[in-house]
């Protein structure tokens, strides 16, 4: 018998899930702030969700990240859904409470506003209309976060129409629909502009819009940090525009979690960013 206490364990999970810099971002918050808890990362097949779900909590796991494939089928497993994680139709972050009860958030369109406000200080939301490139569910969390900091207009375009016209229904009328083909005029006048597709990752193709309506002064910004500069970004500083990579992203959507977890909100500054990114 022992009268130690148990020690916290959260992680992520995902299929795959090696790839993933989240371990590298939490042990580093660990480390930092001298907290005895361990970030594991897990590659749960779709089919053992609703074991791994029932059994972590056993395991001593206080919570977990959920990447792909697993974010919108938490949903039906968690006991209590926030709700931006209902409205977005996904949740990255769960909490597994003391009573037993799964508690499913969304964290990544804070990240993306935190984000924003810290690399782009200058940055006023209710300035003009956004122009969303994607139309996802990192596009779902995204339109959801602008609209709620005031952006009074959100342009977006997707290559299959009707997901984007999904969002109308689903964020109303600041929701205007483009084709992809018109995507670059799209962007004419808009002072944010958002790529949430997966176009320029690393391994993936470059974007292929033209970004010569990008006004000077505009804000640009990818949810891609593989590379960190994608070469959307590349051409919309080229245009003027304010650029912010999506590192930030990932590093401030994790926050939330970590403090519900391990009791401390964490910092998010350059020493995080390095060890993220193995410096």
Do not use: C
């Amino acid at each position: 018998m022992t009268d130690h206490p148990r020690i916290p364990l959260a992680g992520v999970i995902g299929h795959p899930v090696a790839h993933s810099r989240s371990p590298a971002l939490h042990g580093f918050w660990l480390k930092r702030y001298g907290i005895k808890g361990h970030y594991i990362p897990m590659d749960i097949s779709q089919g053992d969700l609703p074991d791994a779900l029932k059994m972590l909590p056993k395991l001593g796991f206080v919570g977990i990240n959920v990447t792909i494939p697993h974010k919108e089928a938490v949903l039906a497993l968690a006991d209590i859904v926030t709700d931006r994680a209902a409205l977005i139709g996904a949740a990255n972050t769960l909490i597994f409470r003391k009573d037993g009860k799964i508690h499913a958030d969304n964290t990544d369109g804070a990240g993306f506003i935190a984000n924003l406000r810290q690399n782009a200080p200058h940055w006023v939301p209710s300035v003009g209309s956004a122009a969303v490139l994607g139309a996802g569910g990192a596009a779902r969390a995204v339109v959801a976060a602008l609209i709620e900091v005031g952006v009074p207009e959100i342009r977006i375009a997707n290559r299959t129409r009707a997901r984007a016209e999904a969002f109308r229904a689903d964020f109303g009328a600041k929701v205007t629909v483009w084709d992809w083909t018109q995507a670059g005029r799209m962007l004419d006048g808009a002072a944010t502009v958002v790529n949430t597709t997966a176009l320029g990752m690393t391994g993936k193709p470059d974007l292929g819009i033209s970004l010569e309506a990008v006004e000077r002064g505009t804000l640009a910004t990818d949810i891609v940090y593989t590379p960190l500069k994608t070469q959307f970004l590349i051409e919309a500083e080229e245009a003027g525009a304010t650029i912010v990579d999506g590192l930030g992203m990932l590093l401030h959507q994790a926050a939330p979690g970590f403090e519900r977890w391990f009791g401390q909100r964490p910092e998010v500054d350059e020493a995080t960013r390095k060890a993220v990114l193995g410096l």
